[in-house]
């Protein structure tokens, strides 16, 4: 075949840019592979146009057939700029590797070097170091095993282990790669990409810390509720067996004092002696109220307060708390003390002894905190269906009230609105606590509205239990 000068030295041209070698710079390959594309161009440019007669129909497709051997040529090298480029901007290192001891490396992308410490022609066939002297020793069986069973099963393997750097720096990566099979089915090479996960590691190690130490914390929280549940079994034990040893003398000198006043005109005492007495009766009352009190509260706090539902009235119920609390009014005639039970209201099944304690709690508070002015109790049924009765019961007064900020505060243990004024009026914090405790347990509740200087009033409501319960 005849071959005009300018085709060979067309042919010359493309033979020597196909030729160059592999390991070019990224800004070598881009400058050739434009300088193709202009070298196309003028070969497209001068191409004349084919005549049986000119050159030949053979000559004419020998001419195409290099124009397309130089424009696969471009479109290879710029699939491995392409390659190259997202390779570069990855934050790892991609790889090629023997299946060896060594994991001889054939090839490794530009980010050998950050992952590393060593460039990537010192890892590619061994030449400084050898991939598998990098892998941390504890990690090189694990990591062997691991690609042997990707290969095995002939699918993606992925591994976290240690490697140390040129600097001796230990670092975790994590590693995803899959075998290349021979036609003979035998696998020869790994290709893959491998990562730095030290931060990732880092942060998981923090977290196992914090994990730890949280771990610690509830197994000593749970240490020390067992301990303060025995304490608190301790302390209720010794509540119950000293509020008995306390009753029993207290109750004693409540009698012998009862006693002493009563049979005065056969035993007659002057003035002195009976303030005196009274004095001393006064003092055991509030002694055993403070006993009784306590002991309450552990029953409470120990989950053992029991209930005994019998069925009864309503007005017998008002009417005994009642005289009490005129009997603790008799000596101050500026307070009234009123009673107002409605109509009609049934029967129903509640602790009646639990019920009468709280309301005389709550009166006996009234007629404390009341100079003068009123203290009233009033009963009203608020809802009576076959299976439930809903019984309101209000005591107000004209006493010197509550302030706002104090009222969240009223029921607990020892709780004093004015601990100043204590000394004064008296109390010890535990009645409206013991009182609030009980209406729970009654299956009601109890709320309290109240003005500085101007009164309060404690609404308890309560729910009867079926008559099946009494």
Known sequence: MVMFPWMCNAQCMVSK?????????????????????QRVACLDASTPEPTHQQHGDGRWLSLQGETERVRAEIARQESERRLQTLMSNLPGMAYRCKIDADWTMEFVSKGCLPLTGYQCHELVQNRVSSYG?????????????GVQEGVAKRQHFKLEYRIRTATGEEKWVWEQGIAIYAENGQATF?????????????????????????????ARAEELAVRAEAANHAKSQFLATMSHELRTPLNAIIGFSD??????????????????????????????????????????????????????????????????????????????FSLDVEDNIPAIASDREKLQQILLNLLGNAVRFTEQGS?????????EELRLTRIQFAVSDTGIGIPAEKIGELFKPFMQVNAAATPRYGGTGLGLCISNHLAVALGGSIEVASELGKGSMFTLTIDSYPPDRA
Do not use: Y
């Not at 840019?17 to 594309?37: F, G, I, Y």
């Not at 509260?297 to 009235?313: C, M, N, P, Q, V």
């Open 17 to 37: 840019s196909v030729m160059k070698d592999a390991e070019k710079s990224k800004e070598q390959l881009l400058d050739e592979l434009t300088a193709l594309r």
């Open 133 to 145: 002297t990098l892998i941390h020793p504890d990690d090189r069986q694990l990591v062997w095993d």
């Open 190 to 218: 790994l290709e893959g990409f491998i990562t730095d996960i030290a931060e990732r590691k880092r942060a998981e190690q923090r977290l196992e810390a914090v994990n730890a130490g949280l771990e610690q914390a509830v």
């Open 259 to 336: 006693g002493l006043l009563d049979r005065s005109d056969v035993h007659p005492l002057n003035e002195h002696q009976m303030d005196r007495i009274r004095r001393i009766k006064s003092s055991g009352e509030h002694l055993l109220s403070l006993v009784e009190g306590v002991l309450d509260i552990s029953s409470r706090e120990a989950g053992k307060t029991e209930l005994d539902i019998t069925t009864f009235a309503i007005s017998e119920l008002a009417g005994d708390v009642a005289a009490v609390a005129e009997e603790l009014l008799r000596g101050n005639p500026r307070v009234r």
């Open 375 to 383: 203290v009233r109790l009033i009963v009203r049924c608020l809802r």
